[in-house]
C-alpha cells in the first residue's frame, strides 16, 4: 500500500498506542459504550477477524497471485459496510476477484454488466400487472441480491447510474411509491477502465462520493507475472469451483459489529478532520472532500486496525486507508493537472504537512 508515514519517527505511534492502552492512559469512559481493547472477549474478536480474513484470502489466492493491497480494501470495505470501485486497465483480476470474494461468501451474488441500453428498471426491477391475481405485482431486479458486480459501470447512460444513488446509499429501492428494503450483508463492487472513453459516460461526483474506496489496480510485478504462468500454464480456463465458500452472511455482520466497537482517541478524530480541510483550502485543488469523507476515513480506520490485529486505530490506519478515500473525492485544476500532478501526490503532500498525532 502507499506509505504515507516518511514524516514519522522510528519510535512508531502504534507503540506509543499500545503502551497507552496498557497503562491505562487511554480513557476508557471517552466512549462509555466500548469496551477495553485488551479483555479476553476482545482477544476473542480479534481471533474471530483473524481468522476470517485468513480463510478468505486463502481460498481467493488459489487463483489470485499478489494484488494483496486490494483484497485488504475489499475486506476493509466490506466490513466497514461501504462500496468499492475498481479502477483498472483489462486484464488485472478486477472482475476475478471480485467473483471470488463472492465465492467465499455465503451469501446471494448477481453481476451487472452495464451497456450503453440499460435501462433503471434493468437494474431495479419494474411492476408488472398480473391478469391471474388482478394486480400489481413488483419484480426484483439484479440489484437485490447481497454482494453485487457492476461491470464496467461507466458504460450506462447517467440516468441508469443515477439509479444506484438511492441503493448505494440506504440500502432500499422505491418503485412506484414503495420501499423494498435490500437484504444484509449488501455489497457493491464497481469496475471500470480509466483508459478507454469511447462509449462510456463518465461517474458525476454524486455518484462517486456514494463509494467509501476507489482502488486503482497497477500490473503485477515481473515475479509475480511468472508465477501467473507458471500456476496456469497447464490450463487453459480459471477453474473458480475450487473456491469454497468460508463466510456467512451473520460472520459479516458480526465483524461489522466488532469495527464499531473499536476506540479512536479523540486526537485521531481531529486529525481526520484536518486532513479532510486541507482538501478545501488546497490551490491545487478546485473540490474538496466533503464530511462524508471525514466519515469514511474514521469508518475505514477503524476496519483497517482490526485487520491489522488491534481493537483501536493508529495514525497509520488513518494514512492507509486516506488516498483510497479521498483521490475520487478530489478534483485537480486542469493547469496543475496537465503538469501530471495527481491526486496520491496531494494526499500525500498535505498528510506530511500535518502533525502527526501521538
Same mark, same amino acid.
Given at each position: 500500500?502507499?506509505?504515507?508515514?516518511?514524516?514519522?519517527?522510528?519510535?512508531?505511534?502504534?507503540?506509543?498506542?499500545?503502551?497507552?492502552?496498557?497503562?491505562?492512559?487511554?480513557?476508557?469512559?471517552?466512549?462509555?459504550?466500548?469496551?477495553?481493547?485488551?479483555?479476553?472477549?476482545?482477544?476473542?474478536?480479534?481471533?474471530?477477524?483473524?481468522?476470517?480474513?485468513?480463510?478468505?484470502?486463502?481460498?481467493?489466492?488459489?487463483?489470485?497471485?499478489?494484488?494483496?493491497?486490494?483484497?485488504?480494501?475489499?475486506?476493509?470495505?466490506?466490513?466497514?459496510?461501504?462500496?468499492?470501485?475498481?479502477?483498472?486497465?483489462?486484464?488485472?483480476?478486477?472482475?476475478?476477484?471480485?467473483?471470488?470474494?463472492?465465492? =467465499?461468501?455465503?451469501?446471494? $451474488?448477481?453481476?451487472?454488466?452495464?451497456?450503453?441500453?440499460?435501462?433503471?428498471?434493468?437494474?431495479?426491477?419494474?411492476?408488472?400487472?398480473?391478469?391471474?391475481?388482478?394486480? $400489481?405485482?413488483?419484480?426484483?431486479?439484479?440489484? %437485490?441480491?447481497?454482494?453485487?458486480?457492476?461491470?464496467?459501470?461507466?458504460?450506462?447512460?447517467?440516468?441508469?447510474?443515477?439509479?444506484? %444513488?438511492?441503493?448505494?446509499?440506504?440500502?432500499?429501492? =422505491?418503485?412506484?411509491?414503495?420501499?423494498?428494503?435490500?437484504?444484509?450483508? %449488501?455489497?457493491?463492487?464497481?469496475?471500470?477502465?480509466?483508459?478507454?472513453?469511447?462509449?462510456?459516460?463518465?461517474?458525476?461526483?454524486?455518484?462517486?462520493?456514494? $463509494?467509501?474506496?476507489?482502488?486503482?489496480?497497477?500490473?503485477?510485478?515481473?515475479?509475480?507475472?511468472?508465477?501467473?504462468? !507458471?500456476? %496456469?500454464?497447464?490450463?487453459?480456463?480459471?477453474?473458480?469451483?475450487?473456491?469454497?465458500?468460508?463466510?456467512?452472511?451473520?460472520?459479516?455482520?458480526?465483524?461489522?459489529?466488532?469495527?464499531?466497537?473499536?476506540?479512536?482517541?479523540?486526537?485521531?478524530?481531529?486529525?481526520?478532520?484536518?486532513?479532510?480541510?486541507?482538501?478545501?483550502?488546497?490551490?491545487?485543488? !478546485?473540490?474538496?472532500?466533503?464530511?462524508?469523507?471525514?466519515?469514511?476515513?474514521?469508518?475505514?480506520?477503524?476496519?483497517?486496525?482490526?485487520?491489522?490485529?488491534?481493537?483501536?486505530?493508529?495514525?497509520?490506519?488513518?494514512?492507509?486507508?486516506? !488516498?483510497?478515500?479521498?483521490?475520487?473525492?478530489?478534483?485537480?485544476?486542469?493547469?496543475?493537472?496537465?503538469?501530471?500532478?495527481?491526486?496520491?501526490?496531494?494526499?500525500?503532500?498535505?498528510?506530511?504537512?500535518?502533525?502527526?498525532?501521538?
Amino acid at each position: 500500500m502507499q506509505d504515507y508515514s516518511d514524516n514519522m519517527s522510528d519510535n512508531s505511534s502504534e507503540n506509543q498506542y499500545q503502551n497507552d492502552f496498557q497503562s491505562g492512559e487511554i480513557n476508557q469512559n471517552e466512549n462509555s459504550h466500548q469496551e477495553s481493547t485488551f479483555t479476553s472477549s476482545s482477544n476473542a474478536q480479534l481471533d474471530f477477524i483473524y481468522q476470517s480474513v485468513s480463510r478468505v484470502k486463502s481460498e481467493i489466492h488459489k487463483i489470485i497471485i499478489g494484488q494483496d493491497e486490494m483484497i485488504d480494501l475489499l475486506l476493509v470495505s466490506l466490513f466497514a459496510d461501504g462500496h468499492v470501485l475498481l479502477e483498472g486497465v483489462p486484464g488485472v483480476a478486477k472482475t476475478i476477484t471480485a467473483k471470488l470474494l463472492a465465492r =467465499t461468501l455465503s451469501i446471494d $451474488f448477481s453481476r451487472i454488466q452495464f451497456t450503453p441500453d440499460m435501462m433503471p428498471t434493468d437494474i431495479l426491477g419494474t411492476t408488472i400487472y398480473s391478469l391471474q391475481e388482478a394486480e $400489481f405485482n413488483f419484480t426484483p431486479g439484479p440489484i %437485490f441480491s447481497q454482494i453485487v458486480l457492476i461491470d464496467e459501470i461507466n458504460r450506462a447512460p447517467a440516468k441508469t447510474q443515477a439509479a444506484l %444513488f438511492e441503493v448505494m446509499e440506504e440500502r432500499q429501492v =422505491t418503485i412506484d411509491g414503495t420501499t423494498h428494503k435490500m437484504k444484509l450483508p %449488501f455489497f457493491v463492487i464497481a469496475t471500470q477502465n480509466p483508459i478507454e472513453q469511447e462509449g462510456t459516460y463518465r461517474l458525476p461526483e454524486a455518484q462517486l462520493d456514494r $463509494f467509501l474506496f476507489r482502488i486503482s489496480l497497477d500490473y503485477p510485478t515481473l515475479s509475480e507475472e511468472k508465477q501467473i504462468l !507458471y500456476r %496456469f500454464k497447464n490450463q487453459l480456463q480459471n477453474d473458480i469451483s475450487i473456491v469454497n465458500p468460508v463466510l456467512k452472511g451473520e460472520d459479516i455482520l458480526a465483524c461489522r459489529k466488532i469495527v464499531e466497537e473499536v476506540h479512536i482517541k479523540d486526537e485521531l478524530l481531529d486529525y481526520i478532520a484536518e486532513i479532510t480541510y486541507q482538501t478545501r483550502n488546497h490551490g491545487s485543488l !478546485y473540490l474538496g472532500a466533503s464530511p462524508r469523507a471525514s466519515l469514511a476515513i474514521m469508518r475505514a480506520s477503524k476496519a483497517m486496525a482490526v485487520l491489522r490485529g488491534r481493537m483501536f486505530v493508529t495514525p497509520e490506519d488513518i494514512q492507509e486507508v486516506s !488516498y483510497p478515500v479521498l483521490g475520487h473525492r478530489i478534483m485537480i485544476t486542469p493547469e496543475r493537472e496537465m503538469e501530471g500532478l495527481t491526486g496520491e501526490d496531494l494526499v500525500k503532500e498535505m498528510i506530511q504537512k500535518l502533525d502527526v498525532p501521538r
